[in-house]
């Protein structure tokens, strides 16, 4: 079986695991089982968002947990208003996830596209400095923002609402997580097919021979890195509604540390490599995490065997080398 | 025929190195021109700055009648100069396929057309660039370039270190590409390959045009002066 095939088996079987395990246990009533399950879609939705910048055009972002505090905070504010019955800028707060993450998309896009055209005109440690840099302002910012809880963060009360889905129910809320990782894996694999995943990919090869057949490679970077913002953004919205609460911590450092440990494990640029990441990591936060406090440690000695080792993640241990990787 | 490309006075330097001390060349619209010249003479330089892949210290690009010294290399591209690079430098890690759509641009030349011209390339679609062949490379490389749907095809040492065979079908093509009215711009040392395809010579000597003329009055008195080894 070519490498191809085998990918795409292991993606399908990632797949139905991810939907089997909730499955069952919504049956045997484990709901702890499917809150697990819908942590790792929507890390999985936000390591999407970094694979796009990360995996396909080569940007080592070390400050995507902006994105995701923004569209968390987004979520927070919108649900606190609504819950409250106060104006924000004079407009209505909101309980429905549909505009919130409309809402989170476009401020996570704003930002990056700021964020993006600075630093996309430096390259290396610079460019991991510099979107390092922009994250810890946001992480300092909301840390004084004592209107939103600053420190302490902020609690949503109720559960913003999905449209037909009671999301208090934690099955229900998992189907919503999953419907939207398979969008975003759908829009992931459609673009990298598309010219734009091609171009994108040959400027990280090289960004002079790509300008040599007219690709910009900033315009193209630049656009890429708005969208993996946008995404993240919508990560952070769920993330902020499944643990129904929002604090400076998703904007730390750690959590884009977190984000970057995702892909790595999983596999850089593979469709898949998000999914099994953010498996691996909330498994290994569970399963070793009840056993010893030190379970970093573990997954710091994984992580090591997987540069060393298997530089194509899971996914490239098991399906071989990436088709452009 | 009007001129697509007017190098006038090319000045180029690599750091305090000047390599250019005043090219000048012009190619007509249809018309195929020979840039030849020894090894360093200032062949790949030439090309690299008409792409817009090297600063200009003096003198100046004209396509298509419009100054482009000032653009970057990617606009230059997007004008319609389209250009195959010595040693083919195919993005290695990406697919035939993928090679040849990262370089689309609206126009008569798209993937059907190109794979019909080198049907190798459809064989071979989803192998990854790396893999090919040299002379497979190679046919990449001009695939690559007219996916840019190019007013001029520059081509810089496009059979070099190919089986003569393969040589012989990269130039087939070449003339192909020349009898459908594409300009063409083409750099090689092999003068008994390139010379029948070539309407007008330019060569350099020292960064500078020492010779420029027909094809038909490249003397052998010339060839030795300025290309012999």
Redesign the interface.
Known sequence: MDN?RKEWLLNALLAAALFMVPFWAWIASEPFIITLATRIAILAIAGVGLNIALGLGGMVSFGHALYLGIGGYVAGIAAHHAFHGTPILGLPGTNQMLPIWAIAMLFSGAIAAIVGALSLRTSGIFFIMITLAFAQMGFFFTLSWPAYGGEDGLPIFMRNQFPGLNTARPWELFLVAYGVLILTLGVFATLRA??F???L??IR??P??????????FGIKLVAFILSGMITGLAGAMMADLTRFVSPAMMAWTMSGELIVIIILGGVGRLFGPVAGAAILVGFEVFFGGLTEHWKLWLGLVLLAVVLFARGGLIGLIAGRA??? | MTAVLELEALEVYYGASQALFGVNLEVREGQAVALMGRNGMGKTTTIATTCRMLPLRGGAVRFGGRDISALPAFRAARLGLGLVPEGRRCFPNLSVTENLIAAARPGPWDLARVRAFFPRLQERADQLAATLSGGEQQMLAIGRALMTNPRLLLLDEATEGLAPVIRQEIWSAIASLKSEGLSLLMVDKTLSEILPLADHCVILERGQTAWQGKAKDLTEEITDMYLGV
Do not use: T, V
Request: proline fraction near 4%.
């Open positions: 191809l598309a010219r995943g091609a171009a990919m040959a090869q090289n002079d021979r790509a300008a040599a057949i007219g690709i910009s490679p088709q452009n990787g």
